[in-house]
C-alpha cells in the first residue's frame, strides 16, 4: 500500500455520510425485516426476540455486502483508503516489537515496515484531529531516523510492502 494525500474535509463529509447511511440502514431495515417476519410466523407466547435479531443480522449482512460492492465506488475513496489504511497499520502493529528488535539489529525491511507505520499514523491521527500523541510520534520518528543513520541506511516510506512483515 502507498500513502496517498487525501482532502481532509471531503474524507470527513463522504464518512459522515456514509456512517449516517449505515445507521438509517441498520435501524429501518432491521425493524422492517423483524416485521415481516412476525407477521408471516406469529408467536403465541408474544415474545419475538428471535425474529428481531434475525432481522438485525440479515441487515447488517446485507449492510456489509452493500459496503464491499460500493467500496470502489467514487464517492467511497478516501473512506475505503482510510479503512484499508488501518487494517496495514493493524497488520504491523501486531508485529511492532519484533520489527523494533529487528530494526535495533540494523533490517532494512523492519526500518521500513516502523516507518510507513508512523507516516501513517500521523496521517490518520491528522484526519482524525487525534493530535494527542504525535509528540511521542515524533519521538519514536527520531528514534528511528537515528538508527537508520547508524546503520546507513535511507527509509522510504513508498518502499514499504506487506510482504515485509513476513519475516518477522
Same mark, same amino acid.
Given at each position: 500500500?502507498?500513502?496517498?494525500?487525501?482532502?481532509? /474535509?471531503?474524507? *470527513?463529509?463522504?464518512?459522515?455520510?456514509?456512517?449516517?447511511?449505515?445507521?438509517?440502514?441498520?435501524?429501518?431495515? $432491521?425493524?422492517?425485516?423483524?416485521?415481516?417476519?412476525?407477521?408471516?410466523?406469529?408467536? @403465541?407466547?408474544?415474545?419475538?426476540?428471535? =425474529?428481531?435479531?434475525?432481522?438485525?443480522? +440479515?441487515?447488517?449482512?446485507?449492510?456489509?455486502?452493500?459496503?464491499? #460492492?460500493? #467500496?470502489?465506488?467514487?464517492?467511497? !475513496? @478516501?473512506? !475505503?483508503?482510510? =479503512?484499508?489504511?488501518?487494517?496495514?497499520?493493524? /497488520?504491523? +502493529? *501486531?508485529?511492532?516489537?519484533?520489527?523494533?528488535?529487528?530494526? @535495533?539489529?540494523?533490517? +532494512?525491511?523492519?526500518?521500513?515496515?516502523?516507518?510507513?507505520?508512523? %507516516?501513517? $499514523? *500521523? &496521517?490518520? =491521527?491528522?484526519?482524525?484531529?487525534?493530535?494527542?500523541?504525535?509528540?511521542?510520534?515524533? *519521538? /519514536? &520518528?527520531?528514534?528511528?531516523? %537515528?538508527?537508520?543513520?547508524?546503520?546507513?541506511?535511507?527509509?522510504?516510506?513508498?518502499?514499504?510492502? $506487506?510482504?515485509?512483515?513476513?519475516?518477522?
Amino acid at each position: 500500500m502507498q500513502l496517498k494525500e487525501i482532502n481532509k /474535509q471531503k474524507y *470527513r463529509r463522504h464518512l459522515n455520510i456514509v456512517i449516517l447511511f449505515c445507521i438509517v440502514f441498520l435501524t429501518i431495515g $432491521s425493524l422492517v425485516a423483524a416485521q415481516i417476519l412476525i407477521m408471516f410466523f406469529p408467536s @403465541e407466547s408474544g415474545t419475538h426476540f428471535h =425474529w428481531n435479531l434475525i432481522g438485525v443480522i +440479515s441487515c447488517a449482512l446485507s449492510l456489509l455486502l452493500l459496503l464491499v #460492492k460500493f #467500496k470502489t465506488h467514487v464517492f467511497m !475513496t @478516501e473512506v !475505503t483508503y482510510v =479503512w484499508e489504511l488501518k487494517q496495514v497499520l493493524n /497488520q504491523i +502493529s *501486531r508485529k511492532m516489537t519484533k520489527l523494533k528488535v529487528g530494526a @535495533e539489529n540494523g533490517c +532494512s525491511d523492519a526500518m521500513t515496515a516502523i516507518h510507513f507505520s508512523y %507516516a501513517g $499514523s *500521523r &496521517q490518520l =491521527w491528522l484526519l482524525d484531529d487525534n493530535t494527542l500523541n504525535m509528540n511521542s510520534l515524533v *519521538r /519514536q &520518528q527520531e528514534a528511528l531516523e %537515528a538508527l537508520a543513520v547508524r546503520y546507513d541506511l535511507t527509509l522510504d516510506v513508498n518502499a514499504y510492502h $506487506s510482504d515485509m512483515l513476513n519475516g518477522f
